[in-house]
């Protein structure tokens, strides 16, 4: 009768570890999937920051007269 109880045990244990495995592989999977999509998304705001300071600068320099439209365009 001990025994039977250890094996329960045992095997409720096993099975228990067995759960937990499964749940630990599949959020290490969310977490390689979270960390792709944060690494892509600091890629694309690296690339917009480095426009916008393009932009930023390309505003700040003076334009010729040539450059600019007649007013009645």
Do not use: C, G
């Amino acid at each position: 009768m001990l025994e039977e109880n250890v094996v329960e045990r045992i095997t409720a244990l096993e099975e228990k570890h067995a759960h937990h495995e499964r749940i630990i592989a599949d959020l290490n999977e969310v977490i390689l999937d979270q960390q792709k999509r944060i690494t892509r998304l600091e890629s694309l705001i690296r690339r917009a920051d480095d426009r916008i300071e393009r932009l930023s600068v390309a505003i700040e320099q003076p334009r010729s007269a040539e450059d600019e439209r007649p007013p009645h365009y």
